[in-house]
């Protein structure tokens, strides 16, 4: 079965994105859910003809971590804006939080500090899935980078598609519209629960 692209049209009227921004950024996440799909075929139809040692299956077999990564990241980042409600300061998220940043301001500094990195790339907040730690990464491109054994919890995009066009260059100010729109039940969904961090987290 090919994958569908989602609909996020839902998003348009967010306040801080502009309905052009948006709606580039959409047909952008559908061509890496189409070249997902093309990459799959085309893969599947070299084996059948014997091609797996070929400079062909390589290449494709390289750039299918790019353009699924690239599919489904933006999943994730569309997934967790929309949102209207500050964080829930007494749930799991915001304790874990407090737990391994030592605040929510101390995380909320981390996070946008990762995102302010000159270059393209991610900003990721992380859980380690041996112990649930919480870890904000940069993840510098699609297929590369992506700590191993770890769930991804919020993703902010930091390509200059995700903000050059309402933005420009003032990136702070794409972060700010960012941290605005997070919808938080969605990030706090994508939590899982480890007794012992919880028990510290009290």
Request: with cysteine.
């Amino acid at each position: 079965m090919p994958y569908a692209a989602k609909d996020f049209s839902s998003l348009i009227g967010m306040q801080g994105f502009s309905e052009t921004l948006l709606k580039n950024h959409f047909t952008l996440y559908q061509g890496y859910v189409k070249n997902t799909n093309k990459l799959l075929d085309d893969t599947t139809q070299m084996c059948r003809e014997n091609r797996v040692e070929s400079p062909e299956y390589a290449e494709t077999k390289r750039r299918l971590g790019w353009e699924f990564d690239g599919m489904r990241l933006h999943e994730l980042y569309f997934g967790n804006l929309g949102g209207s409600s500050p964080l829930n300061k007494s749930g799991s998220l915001a304790k874990n939080l407090s737990l391994y940043f030592g605040s929510i301001e101390n995380w909320e500094k981390d996070f946008r500090g990762t995102g302010m990195m000159r270059g393209i790339g991610w900003s990721i907040l992380y859980q380690d899935a041996t112990d649930g730690r919480l870890v904000n990464f940069w993840i510098n491109e699609h297929d590369g980078g992506h700590p191993a054994g770890c769930n991804p919890l919020l993703i902010m995009d930091v390509f200059e598609h995700a903000f050059m066009t309402d933005y420009q260059v003032k990136k702070a100010d794409y972060i700010e519209a960012f941290m605005m729109n997070i919808n938080w039940p969605a990030v706090e969904s994508r939590l899982e629960q480890f007794p012992q961090a919880m028990k510290k987290a009290g």
